[in-house]
């Protein structure tokens, strides 16, 4: 058990719609990262909010949109769904102290089915 | 964009053979993380490398870095049945900036 946790673990929905993953970091953890693993496939980093602030962004489609809030979980929402959107929805989070390069914990996943 | 290129992509093993993993990027990284993904789970941290040209060790699995920075190999000796999964290597260029994954390597080992 990493201490990160997300859910829902599981997610069917529509092409079309719209859904919300969220993401509790580990206790203490200021930094949050969301990733996509499509079926065999690597993790594809989408973005990194610090402290509440937008750190990084990869290759997060427009359709995609992400905050962390004051208590310092995430969400991930999706809209517009697209068949292709169906993937593993990785969170992680770590403390990043100082610049220093910290370890990513990640969560158990939501696997997000869009048919 | 930075790269991170990994081979090979499967490798089968038979029990008690050695495996070995590279990871090659595209640019000079300032450290090298390594993750493992069981079947079904999520990444795990295994280790992090900073220095050019650090060998590390955990029981039967051996972390090296480049002396360039730019490459990165993961060894096990004697492969058993837990080290089942696909190892995946994140560079990062800078400090304060993302990690980038190869898109990994599965290891199967047969009985």
């Known amino acids: 058990d990493s201490g990160v946790t997300q859910t829902p673990k599981h997610l069917i929905t529509a092409t079309g719609q719209r859904v919300t993953l969220r993401c509790s970091p580990r206790s203490g953890d200021l930094s949050v990262y969301w990733y996509q693993q499509s079926l065999d496939q690597g993790l594809q980093f989408l973005i990194q909010?610090?402290?509440?602030?937008?750190?990084a962004k990869g290759n997060i489609l427009e359709r995609f949109s992400a905050q962390q809030f004051p208590d310092l979980h995430s969400e991930l929402n999706l809209s517009s769904l697209e068949l292709g959107d169906s993937a593993l929805y990785f969170c992680?989070?770590?403390?990043?102290?100082?610049?220093?390069?910290?370890?990513?914990?990640f969560g158990p996943g939501t696997r997000l089915t869009v048919l | 964009g930075q790269q991170v290129m990994q081979i090979p992509q499967y490798q089968h093993v038979q029990e008690g053979e050695d495996f070995t993993t590279y990871c090659n990027s595209s640019?000079?990284?300032?450290?090298i993380q390594w993750y493992k993904q069981r079947p079904g789970g999520h990444p795990v941290f295994l280790i992090q490398?900073?220095?050019?040209?650090e060998v590390k060790k955990q029981k039967r699995l051996t972390f090296q870095f480049g002396e360039a920075k730019k490459n990165s190999s993961l060894h096990i000796t004697a492969t058993q049945t837990t080290d089942v999964g696909t190892y995946f290597c994140a560079g990062r260029k800078n400090y304060g900036q993302n990690f980038v994954f190869g898109p990994g390597t599965r290891l199967s080992v047969l009985p």
């Open positions: 490398l900073v220095k050019s040209g």
């Open positions: 992680a989070s770590s403390t990043e102290l100082a610049g220093r390069t910290d370890t990513q914990y």
């Open positions: 909010y610090y402290n509440g602030e937008e750190r």
């Open positions: 640019t000079t990284l300032s450290n």
